[in-house]
Structure formats: C-alpha cells, structure tokens
C-alpha cells in the first residue's frame, strides 16, 4: 500500500498531502506521523493540505486526532494552507478543527512552531526582528 | 425536471468514495458550479458515500446534471439496501452517531445543499436525494 | 360538439386558412405597434409569427391543453421569444400581446369557416379564448422568471462591486462594508476576502462594519462563520465597528463570540500593527535632525 511520506525539517516533521486521500492512507499516515514524533524526537508537526481540493469529516477528524496525539507527545501540529473554499465547506459542515494550529503556508507554520519553542525553552538570547 | 446525464456507481470500498468525489467533481465544473459550490457537494457526496459505506453495508451512487428549465444542477441519489435509519430527525442532528464518527455526516451534508430529503425504511434501506444547483 | 372534434376543427382551419392568419395577426401586431421601438425587425417578427403557428397546428390536433406534452414545442418557442423579449426591454404587456393579439384573427376564421353554425363559433370562440390565454400566461411567466435571473445576476454583480478587500499594511488587510448585508451579498463578500488573504498571505483581516446599518441572523452567522474560515486557513480576523443593534442581534444568536472585536477601525488597525509586530509612535518621540 502507498503511503504518505513524511520529511524531517529540523526538529520538525513535515506531510504534505497531495493526493485525494482514501481512508486507509490518512489512517496509516496518522499511525506513521504518531511513531515518527517519537523516533524523530520532534517537537512540531506541519501538514501541508495547500493541494486538498477537499476536507471532509473523515479528514477533518483525522487532523483533529493528530493535533490531539501529537500533543500529547509533547510536538504542536500545525495546519498550513487550506484553501478558502475548503474552509468555508469545513465551517459549513460543522468542523472547526479547534484543537489545531494553522497557518498560510509552510513557512508562516514553521516560525510558529520555533515561536512556541522559544517560549518554552526559555532565554535562548534574544534575536533581532 | 430534465436530466441530462446520468452515472451509476456501486461503492462498495473507500476507493469508491474517492471514485465518487471524482465524478461528482467532474460533473460539477462541467454543470458550471463555482468553486465553493463545487466544493461543498464533493464534500456531501464523499460524506454521504462513505455514510452508506460504513452504515449500508455499501450502496450505489447515481450523479445526475438536471435542469428545470431556468437553472442547472447537480443530483445525488444515494442508496443502500442496509439497516435503515430509525429516526431520521435524530440522524440529522450534529453529534448523532451510531458509530465511532463524530456524527456531522447527515446534518453536515445537509448543510452543504440546497435540496435533501431522506427516505428510509428499518430492515429495508436507505434512499438520499441531494441536489446543489447554480 | 366535444373538445377533441374541435381541437380537429381548429387543426382543419389552420392549415387551410394558415397564410391569411398569419397576415392577419402580424398586420395586428404591427398596428398595436410591436414595431415601433426599432428594437425587433420585420423578418424577426414573422419568422416568430410563422413558427408559432405552425407549432400551434401539429399541437392543436393532439387537443387543447396548453399544458400536455404535445405543446412542449411550442412552449419552449414561445419561452424563447418571451426570453429574447425581456433582453430587448420589452414589457411585459408588449410581449403578453404578442399571443393574445393571435386570438382575433384566429376568431375570424372560425366564423368565416362555421359562418352557419352561431353555437359551433361560439364554442369555439370559448375554446381559443382559453388555450391563448393559457399560452399567453406561460409567456408572462417565462418573462418574469428571465427578469428575475437578471436582476439577480446583477445583484451578484453590484455585490462584487461594492466590496473591495484593501491592503492596510504587510500581512494586514481590511474590509469596510457599507450598506445593508443580506446573507447573498455577505456570501460574495467574504469569499473575496478569504481569496484575498491567500494572494496577499495575510494574517490578520479587519472586518469594519461602521457602516453597516443592521444585520439579520443569517448574515451574522456568515459573519461568524468567515472568522471560522479565515482561522482555518492561518489567519485571523477583527471586527470593528459594530453597532449596539448589532452586538444585540450577535448575542441573541447565542454563539460563543470568539471574535476579537474593537470600537474603532483604527483601534482594530492599532492592534493588528501589534500582532505583526509593528507599532506606531509620534515622530517626536524619534531622534530627528533639528530643524
């Protein structure tokens, strides 16, 4: 079976989804993302939806669950790059993904994964804007 | 009403359900939905596919470019020979499941056309009609 | 006499008596003026004259009922020219006459073919009076009906116009609504403005709505919704500017406001220019170069 493949930037973990996913491959990318957190040691998630042309509920759920797990494991999921019509069809359907962080696109989610981890790490120095 | 074309297609898999969103994809730009419409019945129908998937025992899916003379649309019919729903009023209120979804499927896909009716009847089946039009 | 033997009778006296019907009812339409706008051409005009009356024959010898299958023809005919009516900029009337003003002629023939029979005309007479009325109906409805498609295109298109997304800063847009939002026009709105946080990749969206007399439910809870959305997609949203009517009607929808709100555009812009890190200070404040 396909599976989705999942990148290591840093001390993050990087999914891009570009297919029209069948249920069994966003399960088996939701199994492969919980033991890559823990192997990879990573301490954020981002999962690049910006080629969905459509979230349903399943997928809603999924990315829901994985926000929830990765949580757990200590790692921030962020969403990036769902697109304007996705996201009205989300809200509409009833799904408002509270639990998960998101951003415009893999950049925006990536400084907001390290924000959150100078926050935490505490005085790391201060960088210049 | 007048329809103008017709496709039948069995889900019997979740490979059928993306097969499903495809087609009624396709149908969709070809009935000239914008894009938000066109995303908002793709999502009802992989809803509604993968509904009579999981609780129907599977089904059959027919997508149907229908115009009343005025406008153009698109029709889903969606139809299983599984348990039924009981109390349909009930399956449509958000959070309503019978199984380990989250339960937005019938109220949600509802939400996302202009026209739904449920048709059912326990130990018989179930027939969904959904229509989004331009 | 029944209705089928004079659904046979009028099938009889239109094709024998087809040409002077036709010259009759377009002399008809020409004196009533059907012309006179310069809008519609004389060969227009007859070739819609010849077609309804050959339509209305084959139907007519099927019976009388406007609404069977067999003037299904005839009915998308008399659609299309009630269509291409209501472009020209004809009224309704004008083009309502263009059937009815058929029936005289029509009323002659009969009496000139059954001249000895008063009560087979007067049947008859009853008879066309009904099936043109019917047709004639059907021809003000596909008027309104294609009235109605344009104005709601153009209520589509006024939408689009009014509401334009405007860039405040980097990463900082806004989005002044003036004027009532019915839940169509709130639609058009906030997909421009979700589309517009994409090309312009901005993260924080200001919603103004000072000049936004009263909101129904519907639009409040597109209002919402919008947020919901712009949040999904990594952006947020401020509201700014909202009535007290309006803040009332929010809080009877019972929804959880999760809506950062500010009096003010420039309250709302102030705390955007935070959010991205920027600020605004008077330039006094600065060391500047005496002078």
Known sequence: MDRIPILKLGNALLVTIQVDMHDRLATALQEDLTEKIVSARARGVLIDISALEIVDSFIGRMLDHIAAISRMLDAETVVVGMRPAVAITLVELGLSLSGVKTALNVERGMELIKRRLDETEVADGDDDE | ?134 | MTTRSHASLFATILSEHGPQILSAWSDRLKSTGALASGRLREAELQTQCRTVLELLSTAIAGGLDAASPNYGPLRDVLADVSRSRAVQGFTPSETATFVFSLKQPLFEAVSAAEAGDPSTVARAVQDITQLIDALGLYTIEVFQKSREETIIRQQREIAELSTPVVKLWDGILALPLIGTLDSQRTQVVMENLLESIVAQTAEIAIIDITGVPTVDTLTAQHLLKTVSAARLMGADCIISGIRPQIAQTMVHLGVELNVVSKATLADAFALALKRVGRTVVAVKARELPAG
């Open chain 2, 1 to 134: 009403m007048a329809t103008t074309t017709s496709d039948r297609m069995e889900v019997r898999s979740s490979d059928d359900v993306v097969r499903v969103r495809q087609q009624v994809r396709a149908r969709a730009v070809e009935v000239g939905l914008s894009l938000v419409d066109q995303t908002k019945i793709v999502t009802a129908a992989s809803e509604l596919a993968r509904n009579m998937l999981d609780y129907g025992g599977g089904g059959v899916t027919t997508i149907e470019v229908v115009s009343d003379g005025m406008r153009r649309g698109l029709r889903l019919v969606f139809e299983d020979t599984g348990p039924g729903i009981a109390d349909i009023e009930l399956a449509l209120k958000d959070g309503f499941t019978s199984g380990s979804g989250l339960g937005l499927g019938l109220g949600g896909a509802k939400r996302l056309c202009n026209e739904f009716s449920i048709d059912s009847k326990p130990g018989e089946g179930t027939r969904i009609v959904c229509a989004r039009w331009k």
